[in-house]
C-alpha cells in the first residue's frame, strides 16, 4: 500500500484523511504542472510526510517561483514559493510501490507540463493537457495552442485505444474516446 499524491492543490485536510483511510504510505509527491491549484497543498503535505517532490518539468519553474502572484491572482491564501526535490524531463522514470510511471513532457498549458503514463494498470495522468470532450487553456503566460495541439498528438493519442486518462478537473475518458470525438484534436481533423 505504497503510494504518491499527484497534484495536491489545497483541501490538505481531506487528503490526509484518504489516506489515512486507506492505510496508503505516501511515498512523494508528483506534480504535473505549477498552476495553483495542482500544487498549493504540496509544501504542507511533503512536510508532513516527510517525501520529496517530483516534477514537474524546469519549463514551469516560473509558476512555482510566482506562486505568491498566483495566489492573489486566483484569490487564494497566499502560497510559498518552492522548488521540487527533482525536476522531470521527457522519459524520466518515477517509480511508486511496485509501479513505475513514464513521464512525457507535453508543453502547451504550460512549459513544463507533464504526464504520467503508468502500463500495467493502463492508465495516464494528464493534468491540464487534455479534458473529457476539451483541451487545457493556453492564454497564461507562455501558453501555446499549437505546442499543447502537437503534445496531444504526438504523446497521449499514441497511447492505447482502452487506456483510461484522468484529467486535472473534470470526470475521467480513455485515450480512444477523445481521439475519436474530442472536437480539438480527434482523428477527423488532423492534417
Ligand atoms: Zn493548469
Ligand atoms: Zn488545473
New binding site residues.
Given amino acids: 500500500m505504497k503510494g504518491a499524491l499527484v497534484d495536491p492543490g489545497g483541501d490538505v485536510e481531506k487528503l490526509k484523511s484518504a489516506v489515512n483511510q486507506h492505510k496508503v504510505d505516501i511515498e512523494k509527491v508528483i506534480l504535473t504542472h505549477g ?1 495553483l ?2 500544487v498549493g497543498g504540496t509544501l504542507e503535505i511533503a512536510k508532513y510526510y516527510d517525501v520529496p517532490i517530483v516534477g514537474p518539468h524546469i519549463g514551469d519553474k516560473f509558476w512555482l517561483d510566482a506562486l505568491m502572484q498566483q495566489s492573489q491572482m486566483f484569490g487564494f491564501p497566499p502560497a510559498t514559493p518552492f522548488s521540487p526535490t527533482q525536476w522531470l524531463e521527457d522519459n524520466d522514470k518515477i517509480t511508486v510501490g511496485t509501479l513505475t510511471l513514464d513521464v512525457l513532457h507535453c508543453p502547451g498549458h504550460t512549459p513544463g507540463h507533464v504526464a504520467l503514463v503508468e502500463h500495467t494498470s493502463n492508465q495516464v495522468i494528464v ?2 493537457i487534455i479534458f473529457a470532450g476539451s483541451i487545457g487553456r493556453t492564454d497564461f503566460p507562455q501558453g501555446n495552442h499549437d505546442q499543447l495541439i502537437s503534445s496531444i498528438r504526438e504523446k497521449l493519442l499514441v497511447l492505447p485505444d482502452d487506456m483510461k486518462i484522468y484529467p ?2 473534470g470526470p475521467t475518458t480513455t485515450i480512444g474516446h477523445e481521439r475519436n470525438t474530442n472536437p480539438y484534436v480527434a482523428s477527423s481533423q488532423w492534417g
Fill in positions: 498552476h491549484d495542482h493534468g491540464d486535472g478537473h
